[in-house]
C-alpha cells in the first residue's frame, strides 16, 4: 500500500477514536468549547488530508461534517442529542469508507448526498433530514420538524451509537455494501452505515496495530545499547579468533548474525526518507522564485531514500541553504537567461541515492557557476590568500575558498542569501557528522554539490592502521585504496625537497608520513615496507604514510574528551574488539595541518601589510638579499610570493636554461647578473615570484634580511633589472625591479619586454594610485617613485575618494578598472562630478584594452587608457598628461 | 559546549563544608593529597593506556574503563614534578567531570579521611605558584599537611594553552 495512505489510514482511525470518545463527552457537556474545539480540529484534518490525496468522498462528508461542528463551535447551533447522532453517523461514515480503502486502496462507489443533505440542513439550521435545497414550503416547519425527530430517532436514541442491536436485524455479511446503499432513501441509509460500520471496527483497528508511536528517545537508548553490543561481539570474536575448536565458536557465531540483524533492525527504526527533510524546500523555492522574479524548477529525486534521522535532523539546514544558495546565487535571472540562449526555467536538482554504506546528496543547478573571479577578489579582500598564492591554485582550489568563513559572493545581500554566513557553516555540520562536501563548477553550465554522508553515526567502518607502534582507526569513508611499498616494487616513494610523492598511475600523489603530523618517535630500523593509504578529502587526494594496514572493524565513535578537541587531527576515539582505545584520524584534519589549507598559514600577515602600504608614505617590508656581489640588495616583500631552498641536485636544464620541478610546475630559474652559477652543493636560495599563471625563481646569494623601511629611492641607477638605490635599515642598498627579471623567463610576462624607462623632470608631482591588487600597488609605487613622482597607493575607490574628504591634492590619478566594490568607470564619474578633483587628470589602467573600453573610459573622464602590463606606456602617458593639464592651467 | 567548568561538585570543595569533609587521599613524591570523596569514580591499579599524539604533554593517554573511554592525566607533570620513574606503578584516581571520565595518575592511593573544617587554612603565600592554582588549601594533620586539589583547575586545560 501507498505509504502516504496507510500513513494517514493510521493516523485517522487514531483520530476517529478519539473523536468518537470527545462527541459522547460533548453530548454530557454541550458548552465546552474545549472539547468542541478538539473535535472540530480533528475532522478538520481529515478533511484536509483527504483533499491532499485525492478522495473526495471522504472529503465531502468529512466537509459537511466539519461545517455542523463550526456552528457548534461559534454557537449558532445548539448541542442536541440528535445532532450528535448526526455527526456519530457522518463518523462512521468516514470510517465505513476508511474500510474499503483499507481494503482496496480505493474508496468505494457510491454517494453520500443523504448524509451530506442532513448535515447541510442541519448547518443551515433546518433541523430536518430531507433534502435541502428546495425551498421549505410556507408552513411546514413544525411538521418537518416531528418527521426529522422520527428520522433520526430510530437508529440510535438520544444516548449516542451503540449500534450493536441493529446488527442482527441486518445480519448482511458483506461489510462494505456500496450499490444498496447509494440508491436506498436517506432514513433506511443511515442504518446501513451505521451497521456497517461496526465489523469495520475490528478491521481498521489492523492497520493502526500495525504501526505504534514510539518515544525518540527510546530508540536512541536502543542505539546506544545496540552500539555497546556491538563493541562486546566484536571483543568475543576477538578471542576466539584463532582457536578453530572452541566450544565457543558456534554459538558465538550464532550471536554475531542476531548482533547484526539486531543492530539493522534498530537502525531501521531510525531511518526516515530524506524527503522529509525536503519538505519544506518547494516552497521556499516557489517564494524565492517570486521574489527574485525567476521561473525555477526544483526537481527531487530519491525523495524515498532513507538515512539516519539523527542525520537527516543535522544536514536538514545546510540542504535548505545550499538550495537557497542555489536559486539565489546560482541561477541567473530570467531575461538573462533568455539572453544566453539558456532555457528560461533555471533547473535546481537534488538528487539522493545510496552508495556503499553512504548517502550521496547532490544539489546542482544549470545556472551560472560558481564567479571565479568574484571568489579570487573576496579571498584577497579578506585575506584568506594572497594574490600570488591563488595564481598558483586551480580553478577547483579556488572554488574552495567559498568553504571558508565568512565568504559570500552574492554582489548584493538579498534578504535570502549572501550574508557570509553559509558555506562555512554548511560544510562545519556536514564534516560534523564525518560527512565531505564536494564542489565542482562549470562557468556558464552550473554548480553541483556532493554530499557524502555516513548512512549512521554511530557506526561506522573504520580502517586499523599502524604507526610508531600506535594503532589508529581512518574511516573508511575517505580511504580509496591501499597501495603497498616494499623496497624492491615498482615505484618507491620519491623525494622533492624533502617532500615525499608517489607515483600512482601516472600522477604524482603527495604523501603525507603519519609519523612526522603525528610527531610520533621515528623509528630507525629501516622497513621492509610500509603502506599508503590513498585519502580523499574533498577534491583533493593524498596519500597517508604508515606502517602497517590491519583489517577494517566497524567502530563505535565516540567523541574525544574535551581537553582533546583542539587537535584537528583526531575526530574521534572508539574502543577496538581486543578492548584497547584508538584514536579515529581525521582526514579533513590531517589534509588541513599540510599542504591544502598551508597556503592560508601567512594570509594574515600579508593582508595586514598590505593594508599598512596602502599608503605610500608608510613603510615598506623589504627582503634584502644578496645576489652577484657582496652589495645588498633589495625587493619589496610583497612581490616575492615565497622564499624556497631548493636542493642543487633538483636543478635540471632545459634548452640551456635551469629550471626546477616546483609544486607540480616548471620553474625557470633567473639570476641577477645572468651568471647561472649554483651553489655546488646543499640549497639554492630562490626568491620565488609569482603572478597569473607564471611562477619564476630569482637565485640569490643569501638572504639577509627582512627590513621595514620607507621606500624612497634616491639614486637611480642606469642599468637594467635596477630600480635604484635606497637607504634601507642604514645602509645603501640595490633596489632590484623584479619587473626586469620577470620578462627573462617568460617573454608575455608583462605587455612589453623594454627595460628602459623614460625619466620625467618633475619636482615630485604627487600621483594617487588606485588598484586593488597588492601585486601592482606594490610593482607601481617603487616604479613610479623612481619616475620622481610621490605616489600615493590605496586599494579601493572608496578610500581614493576619502583621501578626497580629507583635502589631499594630486596631479594625477592612476586607478584601475575592474575592483570590488566601486569600479574604476564609476570612480571617474565620481571624481568628475565633484569640483575638487575634477580636473585631475586620470588614468585608466586595466588588462582590457578593447577599442570599446578605451572608448568608454574616455566618456566617464579618464584622460588616457592604458594595458596594465605596459609601463613604458604608463610613465610617458603619466608624464604627459600631467604636463598638458599643467599647460592647459 | 563541552568547556569544562567545575561543576557543581566544585562546591563542595570549597571550604563552605560545616563540619567535616571525607577525601580520598594520594600522594604524589611523599606529598599527601586529597580531593573530595564524592568527586571520585574509581580507584584503579596501573592500566595500558593508548598514547594520543599531539596531546597536551599532561595527557597521558586514554583508557578503556568497562567500555568508557578515560583520558589519564598525569598529576605529576600536571604539577610540575617529574615523571614517575618507569619502573614504579602508579595508580588513578577517576574522577567525573561534565560527564567526562578522567583518570588522575598519582604514585599511590591511601585511605580516605574524614577531616574537621577547623583544620583547613588557604593556601600559604610562598607555596609555589603552579601548586597554588591547583590547590584549594591545606588540611593540617597531625604528622603532615594534606593538600586539597582543585579537580576542576586541573583539568582545565584552556588555560595555559
Redesign the interface.
Same mark, same amino acid.
Given at each position: 500500500m501507498d505509504d502516504l495512505l496507510s500513513e494517514f489510514l493510521t493516523e485517522t482511525s487514531e483520530s476517529l477514536s478519539t473523536l468518537d470518545v470527545a462527541l459522547v463527552n460533548l453530548e454530557q457537556n454541550p458548552n465546552d468549547p474545549q472539547i468542541l474545539g478538539n473535535i472540530f480540529r480533528l475532522v478538520h484534518t481529515i478533511k484536509g488530508t483527504c483533499g491532499f490525496l485525492g478522495l473526495p468522498r471522504l472529503e465531502h462528508v468529512a466537509h459537511a461534517g466539519e461545517n455542523v461542528l463550526g456552528k457548534f463551535r461559534d454557537g449558532e447551533l445548539e448541542v442536541t442529542p440528535t445532532a450528535v447522532t448526526l455527526i456519530l453517523q457522518s463518523i462512521d461514515r468516514i470510517k465505513l469508507i476508511l474500510g474499503h480503502l483499507e481494503q482496496n486502496e480505493c474508496e468505494p462507489e457510491g454517494s453520500d448526498e443523504d448524509l451530506i443533505a442532513q448535515l447541510n440542513a442541519m448547518a443551515d439550521g433546518r433541523p430536518d433530514g430531507s433534502p435541502p435545497p428546495p425551498p421549505p414550503p410556507p408552513m411546514p416547519t413544525f411538521e418537518s420538524v416531528a418527521e426529522s425527530a422520527r428520522a433520526a430517532a430510530p437508529p440510535p436514541p438520544p444516548p449516542p451509537p451503540p449500534p450493536e442491536p441493529e446488527m442482527e436485524m441486518e445480519d448482511d455479511p458483506v461489510p462494505v455494501a456500496p450499490a444498496p446503499v447509494a440508491q436506498q432513501s436517506a432514513v433506511v441509509l443511515t442504518g446501513a452505515a451505521v451497521v456497517t460500520g461496526a465489523p469495520l471496527e475490528a478491521k481498521e483497528s489492523a492497520v493502526a496495530a500495525q504501526t505504534i508511536r514510539v518515544n525518540v528517545e527510546l530508540l536512541e537508548n536502543l542505539m546506544t545499547l545496540v552500539s /555497546?553490543l556491538v !563493541? #562486546?561481539r566484536n571483543q568475543l570474536l576477538q578471542m576466539v579468533r584463532g582457536k578453530d575448536d572452541s566450544e565457543f565458536a558456534t554459538p558465538l557465531q550464532r550471536l554475531s548474525h542476531i548482533t547484526t540483524d539486531l543492530q539493522e533492525g534498530v537502525m531501521k527504526t531510525r531511518m526516515q526518507p530524506i524527503g522529509n527533510a525536503w519538505a519544506k524546500l518547494p516552497r521556499i523555492v516557489r517564494d524565492l522564485s517570486v521574489e527574485m522574479n525567476k521561473k525555477i524548477d526544483l526537481q527531487m529525486l530519491g525523495a524515498d531514500t532513507e538515512l539516519d534521522r539523527q542525520v537527516l535532523e543535522l544536514i536538514k539546514d545546510p540542504l535548505t541553504h545550499m538550495v537557497r544558495n542555489s536559486a539565489d546565487h546560482g541561477l541567473e535571472p530570467t531575461d538573462e537567461r533568455k539572453r544566453i540562449g539558456k532555457p528560461e526555467v533555471g533547473k535546481v536538482v537534488l538528487n539522493a541515492y545510496h552508495e556503499g554504506g553512504h548517502i550521496i546528496i547532490e544539489i546542482s543547478d544549470d545556472g551560472r557557476g560558481l564567479n571565479l573571479d568574484r571568489i579570487k577578489q573576496k579571498a584577497v579582500q579578506n585575506g584568506i590568500a594572497t594574490e600570488s598564492e591563488l595564481e598558483t591554485l586551480t580553478p577547483q582550489q579556488i572554488y574552495q575558498f567559498i568553504f571558508k568563513a565568512g565568504f559570500s559572493t552574492a554582489e548584493k545581500v538579498t534578504s535570502v542569501s549572501g550574508r557570509g554566513v553559509g558555506m562555512d557553516v554548511v560544510r562545519t555540520n556536514i564534516e560534523k557528522i564525518g560527512g565531505t562536501v564536494e564542489l565542482k563548477s562549470v562557468p556558464g553550465k552550473g554548480s553541483s554539490f556532493i554530499i557524502k554522508i555516513p548512512l549512521t553515526l554511530a557506526i561506522v567502518s573504520a580502517l586499523i592502521v599502524e604507526c610508531a607502534s /600506535?594503532r589508529f582507526a581512518i574511516p573508511q569513508i575517505s580511504v580509496l585504496e591501499l597501495v603497498r611499498v616494499t623496497a624492491n616494487s615498482e615505484h618507491g616513494i620519491e623525494m622533492i625537497n624533502s617532500a615525499p610523492v608517489l607515483r600512482l598511475r601516472d600522477r604524482l600523489l603527495p604523501l603525507v608520513s603519519l609519523k612526522r603530523q603525528? !610527531? !610520533?618517535s621515528e623509528d630507525t630500523e629501516e622497513r621492509q615496507e610500509t603502506f599508503i593509504v590513498v585519502t580523499q578529502v574533498g577534491t583533493y587526494t593524498f596519500g597517508i604514510i604508515v606502517d602497517r594496514v590491519f583489517d577494517t572493524e566497524e567502530i563505535v565513535v565516540?567523541p574525544v574528551?574535551?581537553? !582533546?578537541?583542539? =587537535?584537528a587531527?583526531?575526530s574521534g576515539? #572508539? =574502543?577496538l574488539g581486543d578492548?584497547?582505545?584508538?584514536?579515529i584520524l581525521d582526514p579533513n584534519g590531517i589534509a588541513g595541518a599540510t599542504g591544502e589549507s598551508g597556503l592560508l598559514g601567512g594570509a594574515q600577515a600579508t593582508d595586514t601589510q598590505a593594508t599598512r602600504e596602502s599608503h605610500a608614505d608608510a613603510k615598506t617590508s623589504l627582503l634584502v638579499f644578496r645576489a652577484g656581489g657582496e652589495d645588498l640588495k633589495a625587493v619589496p616583500l610583497a612581490l616575492v610570493a615565497r622564499l624556497e631552498e631548493i636542493e642543487v641536485t633538483d636543478i635540471e636544464h632545459s634548452h640551456g636554461k635551469p629550471m626546477v620541478q616546483y609544486r607540480g610546475h616548471l620553474m625557470p630559474l633567473v639570476s641577477i647578473d645572468g651568471s647561472m652559477s649554483f651553489r655546488e652543493e646543499g640549497r639554492q636560495p630562490v626568491l620565488v615570484f609569482s603572478d597569473q599563471e607564471h611562477t619564476m625563481g630569482l637565485v640569490v646569494d643569501e638572504i639577509v634580511d627582512i627590513v621595514e623601511d620607507r621606500l624612497r629611492v634616491e639614486l637611480s641607477a642606469g642599468s637594467a633589472g635596477i630600480i635604484g638605490t635606497a637607504v634601507i635599515a642604514g645602509k645603501a642598498t640595490t633596489i632590484i625591479d623584479a619587473g626586469y627579471y620577470l620578462p627573462q623567463a617568460f617573454g608575455d610576462w608583462f605587455g612589453r619586454n623594454d627595460k628602459e624607462f623614460g625619466n620625467t623632470d618633475f619636482h615630485a608631482p604627487r600621483v594617487l594610485l588606485v588598484d586593488d591588487s597588492p601585486f601592482f600597488r606594490n610593482l607601481l609605487t617603487p616604479l613610479l617613485s623612481v619616475a620622481g613622482y610621490e605616489v600615493i597607493s590605496v586599494e579601493s575607490a572608496d578610500k581614493a575618494l576619502i583621501l578626497r574628504e580629507q583635502g589631499n591634492e594630486f596631479d594625477a590619478i592612476i586607478s584601475d578598472i575592474e575592483m570590488p566594490g566601486m569600479s574604476g568607470f564609476e570612480f571617474a564619474v565620481a571624481v568628475r562630478s565633484d569640483a575638487r578633483w575634477g580636473a585631475i587628470p586620470m588614468v585608466a589602467l586595466s588588462s582590457h584594452a578593447t577599442e570599446k573600453d578605451f572608448e568608454r573610459g574616455r566618456q566617464v573622464g579618464f584622460n588616457d587608457y592604458i594595458a596594465k602590463f605596459d609601463r613604458d606606456a604608463l610613465i610617458q602617458t603619466l608624464a604627459s598628461t600631467i604636463a598638458a593639464s599643467k599647460g592647459a592651467a | 559546549m563541552n568547556q569544562i567548568v567545575p561543576a557543581g561538585k566544585r562546591t563542595s570543595t570549597e571550604l563552605a563544608a560545616p563540619e567535616t569533609q571525607d577525601f580520598v587521599t594520594m600522594f604524589i613524591e611523599g606529598q599527601l593529597f586529597g580531593i573530595p570523596v564524592l568527586t571520585v569514580q574509581d580507584v584503579l591499579g596501573p592500566q595500558k593506556i593508548t598514547r594520543i599524539p599531539l596531546a597536551p604533554r599532561e595527557v597521558a593517554g586514554s583508557l578503556n574503563l568497562r567500555g568508557r573511554i578515560v583520558t589519564a592525566i598525569d598529576v605529576r607533570l600536571r604539577l610540575g614534578l617529574k615523571k614517575r620513574a618507569e619502573d614504579k606503578k602508579g595508580m588513578s584516581v577517576v574522577v567525573d567531570m561534565g560527564g567526562e571520565l578522567y583518570s588522575l595518575m598519582v604514585d599511590s592511593v591511601g585511605e580516605v579521611l574524614s577531616l574537621p573544617a577547623a583544620k583547613f587554612e588557604r593556601n600559604p603565600p610562598t607555596l609555589d605558584l603552579h601548586w597554588r592554582e591547583f590547590s584549594i588549601g591545606i588540611y593540617r594533620l597531625e604528622d603532615k599537611l594534606l593538600v586539597v586539589l582543585d579537580v576542576g583547575k586541573l583539568l582545565d586545560f584552556t588555560r595555559n594553552e
Open positions: /555497546e !563493541l #562486546t /600506535e603525528l !610527531l !610520533l565516540k574528551a574535551p581537553i !582533546l578537541r583542539h =587537535i587531527m583526531f576515539n #572508539t =574502543i578492548g584497547s582505545v584508538i584514536m | -
